[in-house]
T-cell receptor, first 113, second 111 residues
């Protein structure tokens, strides 16, 4: 398996624009996590899914953020409208079962100007 | 979940053992110790976890003190590719759901 695949790797957008980040988890994994990493706050869990169902979105910072998982092989994280403080690296991770070993993607570096 | 304390940085000579300490003095009985690492510009990578017994896998060994208030991650023969930020995490969750990553230890393996 190619691992967790995220796209795009880099995204630069203007404030106010909609941004969509994409993730393809490892085939067969039933948990999917979205994390955000900044220098100030470190790595934070935003939301996680189990069997395509959102379980805990308490880490989503604002209503501007939304995440979906329409099927087992694809998830999106959308920010609308984007703001400069959303600039960060966004990671997607997946795991097989309720286990501590999560496999992370390479991340998407988002810059909002 | 218990808070962890790690040194901000460490150096290690290539080929030598790297011993990364972590203090978690407020750990409770049902909390596990997890170690992840993050190589520059990559996503975090799971290394190992344990509850109270020492653990070993193909990547590393985890030594947890008897009182469980501290632990040490051991990379037996460090290579340049082991240069990364190492995170010690304590959590009662058995999954990646509640992994709170702190600032970690920047390990630099020197040639």
């Amino acid at each position: 398996d190619a691992g967790v695949i995220q796209s795009p790797r880099h995204e630069v957008t203007e404030m106010g624009q909609e941004v969509t980040l994409r993730c393809k988890p490892i085939s067969g994994h039933d948990y999917l996590f979205w994390y955000r990493q900044t220098m100030m706050r470190g790595l934070e869990l935003l939301i996680y899914f189990n069997n395509n169902v959102p379980i805990d979105d308490s880490g989503m910072p604002e209503d501007r953020f939304s995440a979906k998982m329409p099927n087992a092989s694809f998830s999106t994280l959308k920010i609308q409208p984007s703001e400069p403080r959303d600039s960060a690296v966004y990671f997607c991770a997946s795991s097989l079962g309720w286990v501590p070993e999560a496999f992370f993607g390479q991340g998407t570096r988002l810059t909002v100007v | 979940d218990a808070k962890t304390t790690q040194p901000p940085s460490m150096d290690c000579a290539e080929g030598r053992a790297a011993n990364l300490p972590c203090n978690h003095s407020t750990i409770s009985g049902n909390e596990y110790v997890y170690w992840y690492r993050q190589i520059h510009s990559q996503g975090p990578q799971y290394i190992i976890h344990g509850l109270k017994n020492n653990e070993t896998n193909e990547m590393a060994s985890l030594i947890i003190t008897e009182d469980r208030k501290s632990s040490t991650l051991i990379l037996p023969h460090a290579t340049l590719r082991d240069t990364a930020v190492y995170y010690c995490i304590v959590s009662s969750s058995g999954s990646a759901r509640q992994l709170t990553f702190g600032s970690g230890t920047q390990l630099t393996v020197l040639p």
